[in-house]
Nanobody, 129 residues
Framework: QVQLVESGGGLVQPGGSLRLSCAAS????????MGWFRQAPGKEREFVAA???????????DYADSVEGRFTVSRDYAKNTMSLQMNSLKPEDTADYYC???????????????????WGQGTQVTVSS
């Protein structure tokens, strides 16, 4: 059974940092695209970042414009994990953050939630003073 488990959410002040982690189990994810999405209260789920397989142990990292330069996505193929380092956090980053994985989540489709087959339960991030 495929399982994605997020961790690392919490409360942080504006300008602070958090690191989210996603642990995948149940299959090999080395050639599967993985991404982060978020959903704020009353808003639709939106793409945040993706790390898609680019051959061998290389991945391509892509970001939403709203987080470019502040967030960094990374993958460890050996450990089946993905992380999201979030710096310079803003109140508008407050949301539930979800890890996702999908066979069809190529770099071209990584921003589409429909490209992902598996989702984690989410972890809450609150940016507030």
């Amino acid at each position: 059974q495929v399982q994605l488990v997020e961790s690392g959410g919490g409360l942080v002040q504006p300008g602070g940092s958090l690191r989210l982690s996603c642990a995948a189990s149940g299959r090999t994810f080395s050639k599967v695209g993985m991404g982060w999405f978020r959903q704020a209260p009353g808003k639709e789920r939106e793409f945040v970042a993706a790390a898609t397989w680019a051959g061998g142990s290389i991945y391509s990292a892509d970001y939403a414009d709203s987080v470019e330069g502040r967030f960094t996505v990374s993958r460890d193929y050996a450990k089946n994990t993905m992380s999201l380092q979030m710096n310079s956090l803003k109140p508008e980053d407050t949301a539930d953050y979800y890890c996702a994985a999908g066979i069809q989540a190529s770099r071209a489709r990584a921003q589409l939630s429909s490209a992902y087959d598996y989702w984690g339960q989410g972890t809450q991030v609150t940016v507030s003073s």
